[in-house]
């Protein structure tokens, strides 16, 4: 393994796997084959650009003759590209099944004809669906209740299709709630900041109860790469940091860390079908060697930083087509205050 292509590489965990992966080993090349959507952005990568082992190709994972050309080059690929965002994906799921099942089919049916040394695909928690008690282990049925995780799930079964029937090398990631550097501020934890920092209200769904295991974007990137390695073959890793934290303990520190007042906590209507709580048991992947070295509060109070030292970053993100999404999802007009698209 040495050449890969790395989907999705554009948007938020794939840009820092590559920078964690170059450097982490010095002879591997990486192509990042990404369609810049919306989540997609160059500036992600930035520095990268130049560097002698990386190259960035414009284009879709759902086109055949594209994905074909690049996989011919290729020993591996990691498949990063999905529509990734759950309220997103209730407003409009067709893109979700085009690039998380269709693209996955394309890039597996490229692999199986290169010969490919290793196919990872990084899925998500999601896929147990809502789990009332207890860790979700690998080998838990799944149960997606939204279109993104429907959708992700299905990328899924179509890479065990292709284990089973053509027997591709193929290992599978699932990865709990991320957050760090270059999180587009449609999730939780960079939204809350970025309003925060301006003072607009932190939109928190229902009784803000629901339970989410995050992980910093580091430790899961790097679980990537020990999986990639020394997973075995056909098999599924849970990515999660195995805690538990709610929406209210997520604005309030935010708040408390950017010195901002509870008042601009807001409850609003409840995302449809939402899932109440996921929560992983990473056992697996720690059998590994994988070790996690951020916990919850130490891990968002360094992103509160880099987002305030970032606002180049994700300033112009928060603008024309970020308002117009708001709109439709959170079902009221942007907030006073916040700057025109
Ligand atoms: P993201 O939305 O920030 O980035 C997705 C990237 O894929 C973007 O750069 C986008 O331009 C690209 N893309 C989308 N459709 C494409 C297509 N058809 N062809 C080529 N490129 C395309 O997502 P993320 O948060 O970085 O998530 C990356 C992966 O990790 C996804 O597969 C997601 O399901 C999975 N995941 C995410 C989380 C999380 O908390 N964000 C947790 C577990 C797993
Ligand atoms: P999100 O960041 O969208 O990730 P996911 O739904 O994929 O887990 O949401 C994380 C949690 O935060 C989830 O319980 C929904 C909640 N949430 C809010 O309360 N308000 C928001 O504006 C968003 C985006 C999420």
């Known amino acids: 393994m040495r050449r890969f292509i790395v989907t999705g590489g554009a948007g938020f965990i794939g840009s820092n796997f590559v920078r964690m992966f170059l450097e982490a080993h010095p002879d591997y090349e990486v192509t990042v084959l990404d369609k810049l959507t919306y989540a997609g952005n160059l500036e992600n990568l930035k520095g990268l650009q130049d560097h002698p082992r990386f190259r960035f190709v414009k284009g879709d994972i759902c086109d055949p003759g594209l994905v074909d050309g690049l996989a011919a080059e290729a020993d591996c690929i990691l498949n990063f590209a999905a529509e990734s965002h759950v309220d997103r994906s209730l407003l409009e799921p067709g893109a979700f099944i085009q690039t998380d099942v269709f693209g996955t089919w394309v890039l597996l049916e490229a692999a199986k004809k290169h010969g490919h040394e290793r196919f990872l695909q990084v899925s998500t928690d999601e896929v147990y669906g809502h789990v009332d008690e207890g860790r979700s282990t ?9 279109p993104y995780s429907a959708s992700k799930a299905g990328g899924e079964m179509q890479v065990w299709a292709y284990r089973d029937s053509f027997e591709l090398p193929v290992v599978i990631t699932r990865g709990s709630n991320n957050y760090g550097p270059y999180q587009y501020p449609e999730k939780i934890i960079p939204l809350f900041i970025t309003n925060a920092v301006d003072d607009l209200p932190l939109p928190i769904y229902g009784t803000g109860k629901a339970l989410r295991d995050y992980i910093h974007v580091d430790d899961h990137c790097r679980g990537i790469d020990v999986v990639l390695h020394k997973g075995q073959l056909g098999e599924t890793y849970n990515l ?28 609003v209507a409840d995302r449809p079908g939402h899932d109440y709580r996921y929560c992983l048991d990473n056992s697996k992947a720690r059998a590994l060697g ?28 928060k603008s024309g087509e970020f308002w117009e999404f708001y709109k439709r999802n959170y079902r009221a007009a942007p907030p006073a205050g916040a700057p025109a698209g």
């Open 138 to 146: 690998e080998t838990d049925p799944l149960a997606p209740r939204s």
């Open 240 to 267: 999660g940091a195995g805690g538990q934290t709610d929406g209210n303990q997520v604005a309030d520190t935010v708040l408390e860390v950017l010195g901002k007042p509870s008042t601009l906590k807001q409850f």
């Open 290 to 317: 994988w070790e996690l070295e951020y916990d919850v509060p130490s891990g968002l109070r360094q992103t509160v930083r880099w987002y305030q030292e970032n606002e180049w970053w994700w300033r112009p993100l």
